[in-house]
């Protein structure tokens, strides 16, 4: 009966009532996997466009799937609301994620992540992200190691962290 029960200290709890109640604008990251269905993709694109709407600056990396909707809908509210950061260089980049990118405004090439495979570019990269970031909004599989790390990190972090399962 003796057992101990491992409860958020009272600086934690206050921080992250703090977090949430902030009314004014915040750093927000959107990251996800790029195999998500178009009516996801659909909801992830309305989701940025309101979160920028509303004054926020969003930040994600620029693949296809969440980022790309992520992109598509920031642009539409405010570009200047928007930075994309990449794992590598714009050259290895998808043709049709470049496309998209060279209207983003603000966005930050890795070049050095050139040398490296693209899961070990892409965890520097939402490294990078989250550094940047108040808030974490991901969308991923319950196999999504790579998002499902950087959840972790950002919570460690003290992020305000929604994760949402697409399994």
């Keep these: 009966m003796n ?17 949430i109640q902030q009314t004014g604008s915040k750093r927000i ?12 993709q659909n909801l992830i694109e309305m989701m940025s466009y309101a979160l920028v709407l509303e004054g926020n600056h969003l930040i994600t990396s620029g693949s296809t799937g969440t980022n790309s909707a992520a992109i598509k809908g920031a642009m539409r509210a405010d570009p200047n609301l928007l930075t994309v950061i990449l794992p590598q260089s714009m050259k290895r980049q998808p043709r049709e994620s470049r496309k998209q990118l060279e209207q983003v405004i603000h966005v930050v090439e890795n070049p050095k992540g050139d040398d490296l495979s693209l899961a070990e570019a892409s965890a520097l990269c939402n490294q990078e992200i989250i550094s940047r970031c108040q808030q974490l909004i991901c969308f991923a599989y319950h196999e999504s190691v790579t998002l499902l790390n950087t959840c972790e990190e950002a919570e460690n972090q003290r992020k305000i962290v929604t994760l949402f399962y697409l399994d």
């Design 3 to 19: 057992q101990a029960i491992n409860l958020p200290k009272v600086d934690e709890f206050l921080e992250e009532l703090a977090a």
């Design 29 to 40: 990251a959107l990251l996800g996997s790029r195999h998500i269905p178009l009516t996801h």
